[in-house]
């Protein structure tokens, strides 16, 4: 599909807009944010104010190259929508982030890596250009070619050094089906070894694990394929209200075995967004809040609440992503099994997510090994997702403890997450003249600085009484509850359940 003069013209409009409201902030010396139109992130804001650059817009599909198997995204284009759009020309993006409202700036601007990162690397090694708005209004390209420190740059930087309005995706030929292979492990050190292992094969294009406990889990890899793996064998879905959870699922095909794999087919969507209904597991912890029995029964009536876009409407408006360690922490597989045996003493979350990740060679705020040597070795990421402790300092405590190991071990984390280096911390870890001498040379200064970005909000002294209500059990549950039903993405939700 070839990009129309009409889509070309609508996109152009809209850049200017753009660009105008931030020339505007630039002659007035103010700093701005950008206001995307949605999240993914559980951070809370760092500050409140009017300085805001509405990019909530740039919604469109611009085109879709077949030869050249690419394609121009605007860059609050969802995850879903934009693998529906490719499907249709038989491609397929080669990282795609499991919960499907992400967006593709969000992808680029933050940390995205997923069960294909191993091979793909980030998400945003999948990208070949972007179009930015510098913080004085100018529009320019970036790309390996173009202005390529920038373009590097402002992978992971969370829109610091300017907004971005335009990706050219880099696709891959799709298929009808992943191959889906799990893995019986018994404790953490195997899982490690296997998926070391599987990381070496060159026909897996998915490689991720699941431990449930310190001696129970599994190692999950996928191949795409057009070909059913067994003719009589029934192909798994995860989409419907009447299917398993995935994380479920897997536990089940594992459970009692000790040697063998279990293989399935699973329709390529459905895999690739296998973790939308229960938010991997961390829906489980709304059952609990409410004190809900948790079974198939309850899933399905529940479902049209289980899903991503609607549990981080909830998420939000409860405030109770402020009592969850809510963290993806990438460590060097050396050290992996000294990591998990901390978070085991230190947290005692289970599940745990174990993602392997290819890092990105060139400087990047993205997680990388603390060595430079290290640059082109494996991570492990591990994603713990988990209540912490209700006493507001000892959360904080833990988590910065959690920040602190991370360092020793020479590991990294998202900037998605609750995030509490202080400045001095957080420069240590990342290097601060790359960044300063970006934003410098391309006049970002007047933004907001990355750790202003991910710093916690300041505690308010005096909240209000809506606040306080929130803040107590289980009025801020049901108040999220509450703005999860009345918002479209829960008439969305619903509509999408075929009822």
């Known amino acids: ?126 990208i070949n250009s972007i179009e930015m708005v510098l913080a004085n209004g100018d529009i320019i390209t970036c790309s390996e070619d173009e202005n390529a420190d920038l373009f590097h740059g402002a992978a992971g930087a969370m829109g610091t050094l300017g907004v971005i309005t335009l990706l050219e995706i880099r696709l891959i030929p799709a298929t009808r089906y992943v191959r889906t292979s799990y893995y019986p492990i018994e404790s953490v050190a195997a899982a490690v070894e296997v998926i070391t292992k599987q990381s070496l094969d060159p026909s897996l294009d998915y490689l991720e694990g699941i431990m449930y406990s310190p001696t129970s889990g599994a190692v999950i890899t996928g191949r795409m394929t057009n070909e059913q793996h067994s003719a009589d064998e029934p192909i798994q879905t995860f989409t419907k209200p009447k299917d398993p959870w995935f994380y479920l699922h897997v536990q089940a095909a594992v459970r009692g075995r000790s040697l063998f794999p279990v293989t399935e087919t699973i329709p390529l969507t459905d895999y690739l967004f296998r973790y939308d209904r229960g938010a991997f597991w961390a829906a489980t912890y709304a059952f609990d809040y409410f004190k809900t029995p948790f079974n198939r029964y309850t899933r399905r009536l529940f479902d049209s609440l289980m899903k991503t876009r609607v549990t981080y409407k909830a998420l939000d408006a409860s405030h109770l992503a402020q009592r969850y360690v809510l963290q993806d922490t990438p460590v060097p597989f050396a050290r992996a099994e000294e990591f998990i045996l901390y978070t085991t003493q230190k947290f005692n979350i289970w599940p745990l997510w174990l993602c ?144």
């Open 1 to 126: 599909m070839e990009m129309t003069e009409k889509a070309k013209n609508k996109h152009d409009t809209l850049v200017k807009s753009i660009s105008s409201q931030v020339q505007l902030f630039h002659k007035r010396g103010a700093k701005f944010r950008i206001h995307h139109g949605s999240t993914s992130s559980t951070r809370s804001t760092a500050t409140k104010g009017r300085n805001f650059v509405d990019t909530s817009k740039l919604t469109n599909i611009l085109e879709c190259d077949e030869q050249r198997k690419t394609c121009l995204v605007e860059a609050n284009v969802p995850m879903d929508r934009l693998v529906s759009f490719t499907l249709a020309h038989g491609l397929v993006p080669p990282v795609v982030m499991e919960f499907p409202g992400i967006t593709v700036g969000g992808g680029f601007s933050g940390t995205s890596a997923e069960s294909s990162s191993f091979k793909q690397g980030f998400f945003d090694q999948t």
């Open 356 to 499: 392997p990740l290819k890092p990105t060679p060139h400087p990047t705020i993205n997680p990388f090994p603390a060595s430079g040597d290290g640059a082109t070795e494996l991570l492990l990421n591990v994603g713990l997702w988990g209540p912490g402790p209700k006493r507001r300092q000892d959360f904080i405590e833990v988590n910065r403890d959690l920040e602190a190991k991370l360092v020793e071990l020479g590991g990294g984390k998202a900037l998605y997450a609750h995030t509490y280096y202080t400045e001095g911390e957080f420069w240590r870890i990342y290097d601060r003249k790359w960044y300063d001498d970006l934003r410098e040379k391309y006049g970002a200064t007047s933004l907001p600085s990355i750790h202003d970005k991910v710093k916690p909000g300041e505690e308010v002294s005096k909240k209000s009484l809506r606040d306080r209500l929130i803040d107590l059990r289980p009025f801020g549950g049901l108040y999220g509850v509450l703005k999860a039903l009345r918002s479209d993405e829960y008439r969305q939700s619903r509509a999408g359940r075929g009822f």
